[in-house]
């Protein structure tokens, strides 16, 4: 069974900074695309930041510049460094995978992260 594990939320203040990881476990053949996704209280989830397996990058508009999503594909890993963090980035953040394992494609998602930044 494929399993996706995030680690590195917490509170922090505005300003601050986090850095936030993901592994998958499992019989994993590939995995193509990763990403970031999050959700706040009353709002609906979004993607923050996705990589490609060739390493190409995209970025919500509010995180431009300020965040910064990498993977690691021999590990089977995906960090977002989240840098002059505002009381906006607060939510839940769930790492997001492409992976191919036992035969079969399919998107898993991690059990999430809280982010919280007090202003």
């Known amino acids: 069974q494929v399993q996706l594990v995030e680690s590195g939320g917490g509170l922090v203040q505005a300003g601050g900074s986090l850095r936030l990881s993901c592994s998958a476990s499992g019989r994993i053949f590939s995995i193509n695309d990763m990403g970031w996704y999050r959700q706040a209280p009353g709002k609906q989830r979004e993607l923050v930041a996705g990589i490609t397996r060739g390493g190409t990058m995209d970025y919500a508009d509010s995180v431009k510049d300020r965040f910064t999503i990498s993977r690691n594909s021999a590990q089977n890993t995906v960090y977002l460094q989240m840098n002059k963090l505002k009381p906006e980035d607060t939510a839940v953040y769930y790492c997001?995978?492409?992976?191919?394992?036992?035969?079969?494609?399919?998107?898993?998602w991690g059990q999430g992260t809280q982010v919280t930044v007090s202003s």
């Open positions: 997001n995978a492409d992976i191919l394992a036992y035969g079969v494609k399919g998107t898993h």
